[in-house]
């Protein structure tokens, strides 16, 4: 394989050292791969990022999550929250309509309404629809008393207690809008043949070839000079999967955008600071932005007891031997931010100090623990897959410095999936991905009732002061008492050390030089809507 990749960036090599090369496409048709591949168009179904993006363009809900983490207007132009966060009103935009097709009178998209609303809730939370994302309406009441339309243009959502990320809940796909009379007319074709508000409509797919997306003529937003969005004419998306393949046809001017850091182009393009080589800055630059994620390393508290790994310095003394930015640059070309604790950067809620590489402190640690350089410490051993085993074996050598020795122990994946879910490693590598932009989405992973196996605390980890905090959180509608609330939650985990944080991912994405309105967010968001294609550039 190593072959095989060095010499497809050769090639690459060859034709970025031939002047411009050869010309992008400038068809208004933006163009990625998706080597994963994509199962489903079904937004009830878009459970892996692969679909989300491809949902993302044909669907809308009505809300949306801004690059800024912040709730916006979808096809639901405002709203008010009442009943003491209880009941959600939403009005609907009166301009929002589906895509054409046969379903509809003359075949012609007809108007969303708030039935369609109430109708793509009540099928997403439908036993019979068996969505991955039905617990997005856990908090909602049962039926008509849950979701409720008294009119066209308005939906009611009555909560069973007052539960404040619901809003950011809303904007995730799953809850995207959809026509009854579309769905039942596709019936068992509708994954692949699906009807929404989106920028882009539903044209081709020919599974593991390409599918095609073309403009929505009649798309209800514009941008600031009231001009149509979207701006491109089609989306084409193929499925390759060679990932230096795929960086070879980015070069070439035959895709527009790349997403990812797994494959051996990347130290080609990248220098150790993350930056885009000079050879190839004519062609490509990078679009990037912190990820709502962190990898983590994670102690066993339960059990523990009786062990060096119960006392709570000798764990913040492994957290302080890390060097989180050697990592950084020394094997992820600069692509992440090193991590302080469990919030990414940016989330509200983020006790102040956190984390950081100190040795001197750690083996202060050690000594007041009973172990100066680690004399009496037995040696821990870290649960990992081949994917993390060179990270791994740094950080061994950063804590063979403070006298701590790791042993790290390379898993099948499904074992070390199985293993942390059943307590059965002392530690273990994790890591977390938001599925919405709430400090509690993280903060959950260290409350008692989550413990696995009932949820994703895998370390166990149990504090009655902790998870009083996270219910009061949750019952507050007051964002700056939520937002403290949650600090003295992130300050119970510094002072604890159930894990060693690491990094935050960045989302980055490698884009054409001639192509504009490429925006990383935080949420790995992919919105084409205000994307141009343009010139190459010289």
């Given at each position: 394989?190593?072959?095989?990749?060095?010499?497809?960036?050769?090639?690459?090599?060859?034709?970025?050292?031939?002047?411009?090369?050869?010309?992008?496409?400038?068809?208004?048709?933006?163009?990625?791969?998706?080597?994963?591949?994509?199962?489903?168009?079904?937004?009830?179904?878009?459970?892996?990022?692969?679909?989300?993006?491809?949902?993302?363009?044909?669907?809308?809900?009505?809300?949306?999550?801004?690059?800024?983490?912040?709730?916006?207007?979808?096809?639901?132009?405002?709203?008010?929250?009442?009943?003491?966060?209880?009941?959600?009103?939403?009005?609907?935009?009166?301009?929002?309509?589906?895509?054409?097709?046969?379903?509809?009178?003359?075949?012609?998209?007809?108007?969303?309404?708030?039935?369609?609303?109430?109708?793509?809730?009540?099928?997403?939370?439908?036993?019979?629809?068996?969505?991955?994302?039905?617990?997005?309406?856990?908090?909602?009441?049962?039926?008509?008393?849950?979701?409720?339309?008294?009119?066209?243009?308005?939906?009611?959502?009555?909560?069973?207690?007052?539960?404040?990320?619901?809003?950011?809940?809303?904007?995730?796909?799953?809850?995207?809008?959809?026509?009854?009379?579309?769905?039942?007319?596709?019936?068992?074709?509708?994954?692949?043949?699906?009807?929404?508000?989106?920028?882009?409509?539903?044209?081709?797919?020919?599974?593991?070839?390409?599918?095609?997306?073309?403009?929505?003529?009649?798309?209800?937003?514009?941008?600031?000079?009231?001009?149509?969005?979207?701006?491109?004419?089609?989306?084409?998306?193929?499925?390759?999967?060679?990932?230096?393949?795929?960086?070879?046809?980015?070069?070439?001017?035959?895709?527009?955008?790349?997403?990812?850091?797994?494959?051996?182009?990347?130290?080609?393009?990248?220098?150790?600071?993350?930056?885009?080589?000079?050879?190839?800055?004519?062609?490509?630059?990078?679009?990037?932005?912190?990820?709502?994620?962190?990898?983590?390393?994670?102690?066993?508290?339960?059990?523990?007891?009786?062990?060096?790994?119960?006392?709570?310095?000798?764990?913040?003394?492994?957290?302080?031997?890390?060097?989180?930015?050697?990592?950084?640059?020394?094997?992820?070309?600069?692509?992440?931010?090193?991590?302080?604790?469990?919030?990414?950067?940016?989330?509200?809620?983020?006790?102040?100090?956190?984390?950081?590489?100190?040795?001197n402190r750690a083996r202060q640690l050690l000594a007041e623990a009973g172990h100066p350089e680690g004399r009496g410490l037995p040696p821990l051993t870290v649960a990992v897959t081949s994917a993390y085993l060179e990270m791994c074996e740094m950080i061994q050598h950063q804590l063979a410095a403070v006298g701590i020795k790791l042993v790290v122990d390379v898993l099948p994946l499904s074992t070390h999936k199985d293993g942390t879910a059943n307590g059965d490693f002392r530690f273990f590598r994790k890591n977390w991905i938001a599925d919405h932009p709430d400090a509690e989405n993280f903060l959950m992973l260290f409350t008692t009732a989550n413990r696995t196996p009932a949820g994703p605390n895998y370390t166990r980890f149990s504090d009655p002061l902790y998870d009083d905090l996270y219910q009061r959180a949750l019952r507050t509608t007051d964002p700056g008492e939520r937002t403290a609330t949650y600090a003295r939650m992130?300050?119970?985990?510094?002072?604890?050390?159930?894990?060693?944080?690491?990094?935050?991912?960045?989302?980055?994405?490698?884009?054409?030089?001639?192509?504009?309105?490429?925006?990383?967010?935080?949420?790995?968001?992919?919105?084409?809507?205000?994307?141009?294609?343009?010139?190459?550039?010289?």
């Amino acid at each position: 394989m190593r072959c095989t990749g060095a010499a497809i960036i050769a090639m690459a090599i060859v034709l970025a050292g031939c002047g411009p090369g050869p010309a992008r496409d400038h068809a208004n048709v933006f163009r990625y791969n998706q080597g994963e591949g994509i199962t489903s168009l079904d937004p009830a179904q878009a459970r892996n990022l692969e679909n989300i993006w491809a949902c993302d363009q044909v669907f809308d809900g009505l809300v949306e999550l801004g690059p800024d983490l912040q709730v916006r207007p979808g096809i639901a132009h405002s709203w008010q929250i009442a009943d003491s966060g209880r009941t959600y009103v939403f009005h609907l935009r009166p301009d929002v309509h589906f895509h054409d097709h046969p379903a509809f009178p003359g075949g012609t998209g007809r108007r969303a309404t708030a039935h369609d609303v109430r109708y793509s809730l009540e099928r997403l939370r439908d036993p019979r629809t068996a969505s991955p994302g039905r617990w997005v309406l856990d908090p909602v009441l049962p039926g008509a008393e849950g979701v409720h339309a008294p009119d066209d243009s308005t939906v009611v959502i009555r909560l069973a207690a007052p539960y404040p990320p619901f809003l950011g809940l809303l904007t995730m796909v799953y809850a995207s809008v959809v026509p009854r009379e579309a769905v039942r007319h596709e019936g068992g074709r509708w994954r692949q043949r699906p009807v929404g508000t989106g920028p882009f409509r539903f044209f081709h797919w020919e599974e593991g070839v390409k599918l095609v997306l073309h403009k929505h003529p009649r798309y209800h937003q514009r941008d600031a000079e009231g001009r149509p969005l979207p701006y491109l004419d089609a989306v084409a998306v193929s499925f390759v999967k060679d990932r230096n393949a795929e960086f070879l046809s980015l070069v070439k001017g035959e895709l527009d955008m790349m997403s990812g850091t797994d494959g051996a182009f990347l130290g080609e393009l990248l220098d150790p600071l993350g930056r885009v080589r000079e050879k190839y800055a004519h062609r490509v630059r990078t679009e990037r932005s912190p990820a709502l994620a962190t990898d983590y390393l994670g102690f066993l508290i339960e059990g523990s007891a009786g062990t060096p790994w119960h006392d709570h310095r000798v764990r913040a003394a492994v957290a302080l031997a890390i060097d989180r930015e050697r990592i950084i640059t020394g094997l992820y070309n600069g692509i992440g931010t090193p991590a302080r604790g469990i919030l990414p950067p940016g989330m509200p809620g983020a006790a102040p100090g956190g984390q950081h590489h100190d040795p001197n402190r750690a083996r202060q640690l050690l000594a007041e623990a009973g172990h100066p350089e680690g004399r009496g410490l037995p040696p821990l051993t870290v649960a990992v897959t081949s994917a993390y085993l060179e990270m791994c074996e740094m950080i061994q050598h950063q804590l063979a410095a403070v006298g701590i020795k790791l042993v790290v122990d390379v898993l099948p994946l499904s074992t070390h999936k199985d293993g942390t879910a059943n307590g059965d490693f002392r530690f273990f590598r994790k890591n977390w991905i938001a599925d919405h932009p709430d400090a509690e989405n993280f903060l959950m992973l260290f409350t008692t009732a989550n413990r696995t196996p009932a949820g994703p605390n895998y370390t166990r980890f149990s504090d009655p002061l902790y998870d009083d905090l996270y219910q009061r959180a949750l019952r507050t509608t007051d964002p700056g008492e939520r937002t403290a609330t949650y600090a003295r939650m992130d300050s119970i985990i510094g002072a604890h050390v159930p894990a060693a944080f690491l990094l935050h991912p960045d989302v980055i994405r490698f884009v054409g030089t001639d192509v504009s309105g490429i925006v990383a967010d935080p949420m790995n968001q992919l919105d084409l809507r205000r994307v141009r294609k343009g010139a190459p550039a010289r």
